[in-house]
């Protein structure tokens, strides 16, 4: 079921950045001729609006190509009925010819997830800017104003959340997966907005003083990390996922004072290096899925289950916002590194394939390719190589999918709309 082509557009930007014109425009053609929007099946709606939505939203702002523009705005349109629940919460899947909504049948109670509803914002006021039509910044904003309402426990942010008593299912809280983006997006939507989103700044900055003080931890070897917290228990691990936020909290140091920003630009890079560490002790020097602190193993996946590398990019993301924020070599080096793993160990015959254990050698291959791998992994390590002003930080936020979306600098038009 669900859409196709996501690998074709998830590269899109990638290869018009690469300057890879033909094959550029092979993907424009396909996208034209071949892109089935009424597909039945289940789709996500996170997925679908990162991947697809995003992907087509970059390609318009990159290239002005309208095509790109319609198709994102035909397919927002079709995410909408997901929204239609007693909080305005939407559920996590959407059949895209139907409209029909449901929740994954693995969320319990029938929740929704804070890092799939708490990742629209970016995508929908482009596509209110872009349609005329209110109705994509009405739903986001709506989702801001439930959670804002909301009692948090400790000022941090649970996982799950039904859409129908709009209350905490679980008190999950990650800054990896089920988490993740939320943050990312908070502070992303202050920096798209030209900074005058005040309101996701304040949401952002409450919620990152919540993680510092009761998640993350520094542990007996020296290393910092995020740790997971079930119910008011510390697990102490750090997903892949979890390791966009040296990146992210590099992305957001700037708004406080000279003190402040210095305090947040040490921590980013301390996690940082704690991911890059998770690294650096594999045989493969590719990252596992997770890794643990305790008992005298640090930044090492312990479990069997935990020692994949789906070709992930979020430790690259950080070297990425590490190095056009602090210019420190190490970031490109440590890029360098991991281009040389993948050639080594990831590449085979059509591709590049992630592997099963990043602690055994030869690995043994799980012969998929993610689409994220051309979308992010590829374009962070190929724009940490680039000169600044190549989709420079003043002009562009990356999407969690790190597709570039175009600052709003138009700001007396924004006003006017009443979005800040």
Same mark, same amino acid.
Request: charged residues 25%.
């Given at each position: 079921?669900?859409?196709?082509?996501?690998?074709?557009?998830?590269?899109?930007?990638?290869?018009?950045?690469?300057?890879?014109?033909?094959?550029?425009?092979?993907?424009?053609?396909?996208?034209?001729?071949?892109?089935?929007?009424?597909?039945?099946?289940?789709?996500?709606?996170?997925?679908?609006?990162?991947?697809?939505?995003?992907?087509?939203?970059?390609?318009?702002?990159?290239?002005?190509?309208?095509?790109?523009?319609?198709?994102?705005?035909?397919? /927002?349109?079709?995410?909408?009925?997901?929204?239609?629940?007693?909080?305005? @919460?939407?559920? /996590?899947?959407?059949?895209?010819?139907?409209?029909?909504?449901? !929740?994954?049948?693995?969320?319990?109670?029938?929740?929704? @997830?804070?890092?799939?509803?708490?990742?629209?914002?970016?995508? *929908?006021?482009?596509?209110?800017?872009?349609?005329?039509?209110?109705?994509?910044?009405?739903?986001?904003?709506?989702?801001?104003?439930?959670?804002?309402?909301?009692?948090?426990?400790?000022?941090?942010?649970?996982?799950?959340? !039904?859409?129908?008593? /709009?209350?905490?299912?679980?008190?999950?809280?990650?800054?990896?997966?089920?988490?993740?983006?939320?943050?990312?997006?908070?502070?992303?939507?202050?920096?798209?907005?030209?900074?005058?989103?005040?309101?996701?700044?304040?949401?952002?900055?409450?919620?990152?003083?919540?993680?510092?003080?009761?998640?993350?931890?520094?542990?007996?070897?020296?290393?910092?990390? @995020?740790?997971?917290?079930?119910?008011?228990?510390?697990?102490?691990?750090?997903?892949?996922?979890?390791? *966009?936020?040296?990146?992210?909290?590099?992305?957001?140091?700037?708004?406080?004072?000279?003190?402040?920003?210095?305090?947040?630009?040490?921590?980013?890079?301390?996690?940082?290096?704690?991911?890059?560490?998770?690294?650096?002790?594999?045989?493969?020097?590719?990252?596992?899925?997770?890794?643990?602190?305790?008992?005298?193993?640090?930044?090492?996946?312990?479990?069997?289950?935990?020692?994949?590398?789906?070709?992930?990019?979020?430790?690259?993301?950080?070297?990425?916002?590490?190095?056009?924020?602090?210019?420190?070599?190490?970031?490109?080096?440590?890029?360098?590194?991991?281009?040389?793993?993948?050639?080594?160990?990831?590449?085979?015959?059509?591709?590049?394939?992630?592997?099963?254990?990043?602690?055994?050698?030869?690995?043994?291959?799980?012969?998929?390719?993610?689409?994220?791998?051309?979308?992010?992994?590829?374009?962070?390590?190929?724009?940490?190589?680039?000169?600044?002003?190549?989709?420079?930080?003043?002009?562009?936020?990356?999407?969690?999918?790190?597709?570039?979306?175009?600052?709003?600098?138009?700001?007396?038009?924004?006003?006017?709309?009443?979005?800040?």
């Amino acid at each position: 079921g669900g859409l196709r082509g996501a690998t074709i557009l998830d590269a899109l930007d990638t290869l018009y950045i690469m300057e890879l014109a033909e094959e550029f425009q092979e993907a424009k053609s396909w996208v034209e001729k071949s892109f089935d929007l009424n597909v039945n099946g289940e789709a996500s709606l996170f997925e679908v609006n990162i991947r697809y939505v995003g992907g087509l939203l970059a390609a318009y702002y990159l290239t002005g190509e309208e095509v790109f523009r319609s198709k994102a705005l035909e397919l /927002g349109e079709k995410l909408l009925p997901a929204f239609n629940t007693p909080t305005g @919460i939407p559920r /996590g899947v959407i059949n895209l010819g139907s409209g029909m909504s449901w !929740s994954w049948g693995w969320a319990s109670a029938g929740s929704s @997830i804070l890092a799939e509803f708490g990742t629209l914002h970016l995508e *929908f006021l482009h596509l209110t800017e872009l349609s005329g039509n209110p109705v994509f910044t009405e739903k986001v904003m709506n989702i801001r104003k439930v959670l804002n309402r909301l009692e948090k426990p400790q000022g941090l942010y649970p996982n799950f959340l !039904s859409p129908v008593t /709009g209350n905490w299912v679980q008190h999950h809280v990650s800054v990896g997966g089920l988490g993740d983006s939320f943050y990312e997006y908070l502070v992303k939507s202050w920096l798209m907005s030209d900074k005058r989103d005040d309101g996701a700044r304040k949401m952002y900055n409450d919620a990152l003083e919540a993680i510092e003080k009761h998640l993350v931890k520094k542990s007996a070897g020296g290393l910092t990390y @995020i740790a997971e917290w079930r119910g008011g228990i510390l697990d102490h691990k750090m997903g892949h996922l979890a390791c *966009f936020s040296g990146g992210m909290i590099a992305l957001g140091a700037e708004q406080g004072g000279e003190e402040k920003k210095q305090h947040y630009l040490d921590l980013a890079a301390a996690i940082t290096h704690t991911c890059h560490e998770s690294y650096a002790r594999s045989d493969t020097k590719l990252g596992p899925e997770a890794f643990r602190f305790d008992s005298g193993s640090e930044a090492t996946a312990t479990r069997l289950s935990e020692r994949y590398y789906i070709l992930r990019p979020e430790v690259v993301e950080s070297y990425l916002y590490m190095w056009r924020l602090t210019h420190d070599p190490k970031y490109r080096q440590w890029g360098w590194e991991v281009v040389k793993a993948l050639e080594k160990y990831c590449r085979v015959e059509a591709g590049f394939s992630g592997i099963r254990d990043v602690y055994t050698i030869p690995p043994n291959h799980d012969n998929m390719q993610q689409s994220f791998f051309l979308a992010e992994t590829l374009k962070y390590l190929y724009l940490l190589f680039c000169e600044d002003d190549v989709l420079s930080l003043e002009d562009w936020v990356f999407n969690t999918e790190a597709h570039p979306l175009p600052v709003n600098h138009t700001s007396v038009e924004a006003k006017a709309n009443g979005f800040y």
